[in-house]
């Protein structure tokens, strides 16, 4: 029997912009009979860097994931570190919702004693804030070290590797030797392209969230777990219908406008 795993990715996107993103089940080895499903959302907020984008974003996964379970999938991965709308769909579902960031801080525990995140820019701190919050796991978090890119969330890395990988490399390192890090966290699903390069050059693991999120979701599943209904209790009055008609009016407003640019800020 199929087990099917939707990965709901936090972006609007083309087919062939997608395939940027499928990429990363070809770096993780699943049991056979597991099949992953990439769907993006209706509708996002350009990029992640405040607190109203984590909202829009939250609503438009929420929507994404609303009727996956009558849909017949077994369980969900996020596809992005910042975990958005995973406690959300928890509340509604009772199939496992996974999100890497939440489980990559967890597992470099397992692997070493502090981690360090590197990251494309300085305005996507606030994401890893907010998690290492929630988990009381600021002191076991030795950096966070950004390259100052503004990342490509549509292309991701592609035609750019040459010139991102040294910068990576070199932020990794100085994690490692100025910081103290001993396990190295990718810091979105958007650059799981300069992993292989990135554990080829450091001598400490370095952790690609994306992949590991399919491996754990395959983990629970097979461990018959789920999310506890206690932390995640059920809405006494679902609104699905307003939710699904909130991004219908959304998707509706966005249609057909071009990607608006993004400017680099000094901070």
Sequence with gaps: METKILIIVPFPMTESQLLNRKEQSTKVKLN?????YYQPVKAAPRTFVSQEDYLIADVGILEAGLKAQEEGYHAICIDTVSDSGVAALRSVLDIPVIGPGRTMFLTALMLGEKFSIITMWKEWFGLYYKTLTDLNMHKKCASIRSIDVV????ELLKGKESDILPLLIDASKKC??????DVI????????????????????????PGPLSYKTAETILSLKLNH?????PKPKVPKHNMIINM???????????????IEKENL
């Design 228 to 232: 506890s209904r206690k932390t995640y």
């Design 185 to 208: 966290c990718l810091g979105s699903t958007t650059m799981h392209q300069a992993h292989a390069k990135l554990q080829n050059e450091l001598d400490v693991p370095v952790i690609n």
């Design 151 to 154: 990342p490509d969330n549509r």
């Design 32 to 36: 056979k009979n597991i099949e992953l």
């Design 176 to 181: 490692i030797n100025e910081d103290g890090a």
């Design 247 to 261: 991004i219908k009016a959304a998707e509706l407003n966005e249609k057909n406008k071009p990607l608006e640019k």
